[in-house]
């Protein structure tokens, strides 16, 4: 596409602020270009940096939504704040995870009836609901005072023997060098949905878990957040400094309806070739040895214990140089 037309174009998208195509041309002129002489990339380079700046104002990054999981692999709960613990992760994030007999995690990707336990937690009395297949009642546990009542209920569901851990310094997280919040927009989620027939948003949501989501952005905006291998992207939440460092590898979950644990035919076929097509053109891309990841992992400093991310807060990268467009 020659850089005339894409800035025509451009600036079209630009005056009806359809920012989430602007990011996709963008994307597909870089990919075109890529191959071209040194001339000509350093060309679309400077040009790149004058269009982004253009539109750099009608991104307004803001919190959408906090997600917190007090029971890994079990259903979320939204909040409007959380905590931050001294290792980077959120208060009550996975704080629990269930366990069988030789010690390994009983979750989605090891057991599909995981899928079919419903639950609601309710963290300031510190009790979750439980609802499982067959009953038409919840029966209500507290987490720190009946856990062995829970723990019977859950093994008789699973048919052996669980048990509950508990860990409140950095709860079970995926990835333990990077145990802060998992990070994704909302425009993402939107995107990602629309590639599977009969997935809603809220089910995509439910696939993925995320902590943070982000608003006022479009799909894929939180690819910014991360570089190169061994380097990291400093952003603020609020008043809280993050870093991000790659983009989350994902697992059979998002593959199965989050609520029945049915399969959903070719889905990671589908999403890596559609995220193949869809990746930024800007993106550290040697981080995707395969594009079967979404979300970004971060780590967040000791120095930030204590303090609070909050939903509506804004969402400011620091590193200079750091794609922002």
Known sequence: MPLQSLWD?????IANNIVSEIVLLISR?????????YHCLELHDNWYLILKKQIN??????????????I???????????????SGALKFDREFAIFDEPGKFVNGKRNPKVHLVRC???LENRTVSLQLPGSNSQSVFHLDNEQNALVATLSDFFGFPVTLQQNLSMGFPDDTDSPGPTIISTATLTEVASWFLGVSVDEMRRRIRANIEIGGVPAFWEDQLFGE????????????????INPCQRCIVPTRDSLTGESYSNFQKIFINKRRETLPGW?????????????????ISASEANKKLETSSNVEILVPGAINP
């Open 120 to 122: 609601q937690f309710n």
């Open 283 to 299: 993106v550290a891309a040697s981080r995707f040895n395969h594009f079967f990841r979404l979300s970004i992992n971060t780590k």
């Open 57 to 70: 104002s009608r991104f307004v990054p803001y919190i959408a939504r906090i997600s917190l999981y007090p």
């Open 229 to 244: 291998a061994n380097s990291s992207v400093a952003f603020r939440i609020g008043d809280v400094r993050v870093e991000g």
């Open 9 to 13: 174009n451009a600036k079209l998208l």
């Open 72 to 86: 890994k692999s079990l259903d979320g709960v939204d909040v409007k704040s959380a905590s931050l613990l001294s």
């Open 29 to 37: 002129f870089l990919k075109e270009t890529s191959t071209k002489n």
